[in-house]
């Protein structure tokens, strides 16, 4: 459990922190390249600057992450929980893998399948483009 932790420019490369409790964590700057995060808590998590790249975030809940100006780059976002996340223009989704995610979030940590949408990549950041576009005029 590192709910709340200080995690800032830590070093987690190649480390499986898969069901790990990361709500509320400070992992501003950190390293999570290669990084297994199945099912990991991320909600209100400080991903800002962050390296995911080839990170495995399949059905992890990322509600409410700030993530301004991290690397997401050719990360796995399939089946993750991105209701309300905090993004930027210089959050970078090149080459993402994503099948589908949910924008909402019910029931606790339970995603409700009646709130997700099937989707290609473009879409994907179609939709990454307009949330983008709605917090820089908020």
């Given at each position: 459990?590192?709910?709340?932790?200080?995690?800032?420019?830590?070093?987690?490369?190649?480390?499986?922190?898969?069901?790990?409790?990361?709500?509320?964590?400070n992992l501003?700057?950190?390293?999570?390249?290669?990084?297994?995060?199945?099912?990991?808590?991320?909600?209100?998590?400080?991903?800002?600057?962050?390296?995911?790249?080839?990170?495995?975030?399949?059905?992890?809940?990322?509600?409410?992450?700030?993530?301004?100006?991290?690397?997401f780059t050719e990360a796995n976002l399939t089946g993750a929980c991105l209701h309300n996340w905090n993004i930027d223009l210089k959050t970078s989704f090149?080459?993402?893998?994503?099948?589908?995610?949910y924008l909402e979030r019910r029931y606790g940590f339970e995603f409700n399948n009646s709130y997700f949408s099937r989707m290609g990549l473009q879409n994907f950041l179609n939709i990454l483009k307009n949330n983008k576009i709605n917090l820089l005029m908020k």
């Open positions: 459990n590192l709910n709340k932790a200080n995690l800032s420019e830590a070093d987690f490369m190649k480390a499986n922190l898969s069901e790990v409790n990361l709500r509320e964590a501003s700057k950190a390293n999570l390249r290669f990084t297994q995060l199945f099912k990991a808590n991320l909600t209100k998590a400080d991903l800002s600057l962050a390296v995911v790249k080839k990170a495995q975030l399949q059905n992890t809940d990322m509600t409410a992450v700030r993530g301004l100006g991290s690397d090149d080459s993402v893998e994503c099948d589908y995610v």
